[in-house]
């Protein structure tokens, strides 16, 4: 999430046998009318709106009170009209799919009504956490969900999720990595790790490398001056030059990287870790 206030964030740490799997919880209060503009993250979550939803125009569409958000490719103004309460659990990369009975790839694009992929459990966890005041107990109702969830996973399950860790670490490092080279990582063929690699991350990836030039871009943005070099920074970002990084950049979010300064902070969602 992009230009809220910060002090109006609380952040949560995933217990040790969730950390593999989610980086983080945060919870965010507002008594304002709230406009705000987000860019693609590249990691899905899952939200809980204690109050007003949020309205999102480019979809057209008002989150549910429980919304599974997937992977996306652009940007997008959220809005809302009046009080806002919403607590976030944000997965790594390619994990949600080891909690939800769905493939991720179901979700790109979107925010899904959680209540329409007819997951008993999951709706029972709304009903507490909406029924429940106190936050910090909120998100301890949804660690003992998530851990329940996890523990009833098959072996092979569980490997097949963690495997594509690899691949994103890889890729993290190294955006323009061949395909080739992460299915060899994954020990998988070409073919079968594209499958496998959208299944659990929600998008191809193709696509999902672009997602994370634009993120590393934005934590070079985030921790440099406003001087610094285009070039250095297309390089240091994993594009094949500046043109290739404006390109790319402006199709994400609209902007180059050079007017985003004047329009706002950089932040990268993907590579900061607030807690």
Known sequence: MCNMIQEEFKFYKPCKLLQPYVRY???????????????????PQIIFHKRTPLFIPELG????????????NFSSHLQADSDVEMIVVVFYPHTMNAFLNAPASSFYNQEIPGYDIEDKQLNELATQVFECEDNNICVNLIEECLLSRLSMRSYDAIYRVMRMNAAIEKLCIAPNTFVT???????????????????????????????????????????????????????????ADQSHMIREFKSLCGYTPLSLLEFSNPYSDLFTTPI
């Open 25 to 43: 919880y945060w919870v965010f209060n507002s008594t304002q009318m709230l406009k705000t503009y987000t860019f693609p993250i590249g990691c």
């Open 61 to 72: 569409t008002t989150q549910n009170e429980l919304t599974i958000s997937g992977q996306v």
């Open 181 to 239: 080279d992460l299915s060899s990582i994954c020990c998988l063929g070409k073919k079968q790790f594209e499958r496998e690699f959208c299944l659990h991350v929600g998008m191809n990836p193709k696509e999902y490398s672009r997602i994370v030039r634009f993120q590393k871009t934005l934590k070079q943005m985030q921790h440099q001056q406003r001087e610094t070099n285009q070039a250095d920074l297309a390089y240091l970002s994993g594009y």
